[in-house]
């Protein structure tokens, strides 16, 4: 599930800024980005997103910015001296004798470095704090976002419910339509004289038996139900995923047996209506 959580506060002369992203994922896969200083608390940092975010793919951004434009800096001279005379020999190579190497030498990686300040657990409790507020932010957004997607599942389960209920109508006529198209092409064969008329009747039964739709009807019902019902469980995302499989079976099945395009009209909304909750669910936990 998709979240996004970002808290700021102000320490001492340092501003603490972390941002959370997430996004969906089976497993916890946690990407995180720290000044080197504080590498430190990688682990412990770890442990606290795994207990409070459980899974999913985290995007973790802790940035520490210094007020005091006063820092102290180290400058390696003799870096600074090798990249001079690096760049000395290649000016000469190119025939520039009068480029001022001076500023490129310093814009050089390790030439110019600000001096790192050591963590303190004062400022790192300030940090955790920081850590939390975020976290809470990121739950906030998986939690309204999940309230979005239950009433999305909500409304297209009762569809799917209500085009069940408009299937009724058609199930008689449906089945005098299959009786006299049967007839119809017996006649066409044979002469209407030569039928066994009992006979046909109880092969006819034994037909429209193989395409009754009764049980499906009720099983779907019942698992329509039972995803209202699972829906108010925790961390029950892999459970409905189940449930819609048994859903489409079951929907399958009713178009399987149809034999009437009024019906079959029907199956095609459930059917649209179910994989539309299938991609959903793939935004849960």
Not at 75 to 87: G, R
Request: one cysteine or more; a negative charge.
């Amino acid at each position: 599930m998709t979240g996004f959580g970002k808290e700021v506060c102000e320490f001492k002369e340092k501003t603490i800024s972390v941002e959370i992203k997430t996004l969906n994922s089976k497993q916890l896969d946690l990407y995180i980005r720290m000044p080197l200083n504080y590498r430190e608390k990688d682990i412990e940092i770890r442990s606290l997103i795994s207990k409070k975010l459980e899974r999913g793919k985290v995007d973790l951004t802790l940035s520490i910015e210094n007020a005091d434009f006063t820092a102290d800096y180290t400058f390696n001279k003799t870096l600074a001296k090798k990249y001079f005379e690096e760049f000395k020999t290649f000016s000469k190579e190119i025939n520039e004798t009068e480029i001022n190497l001076l500023p490129s030498i310093l814009k050089m990686p390790e030439v110019l470095k600000k001096k790192e300040d050591e963590i303190n657990e004062v400022e790192w409790t300030q940090i955790k704090s920081v850590l939390d507020k975020a976290i809470e932010e990121v739950d906030k957004f998986r939690s309204d976002e999940g309230k979005s997607l239950a009433k999305d599942f909500s409304e297209r389960i009762e569809l799917i419910s209500k085009l069940l209920v408009k299937i009724e109508p058609f199930e008689k006529q449906r089945i005098e339509n299959i009786r006299n198209r049967i007839h119809l092409s017996l006649k066409e064969i044979t002469n209407e004289d030569t039928i066994d008329k009992d006979r046909f009747e109880q092969e006819l039964i034994f037909y429209l038996e193989k395409l009754d739709i009764t049980e499906e009807k009720v099983r779907l019902k019942n698992h329509c139900d039972y995803f209202f019902q699972t829906m108010k469980e925790s961390s029950s995302g892999k459970k409905l995923g189940f449930i819609t499989q048994e859903i489409g079976r079951e929907i399958n099945t009713i178009g399987s047996k149809a034999n009437d395009s009024d019906i079959q009209k029907l199956v095609v909304q459930m059917k649209d209506e179910l994989e539309k909750i299938k991609e959903q669910l793939l935004n849960i936990l």
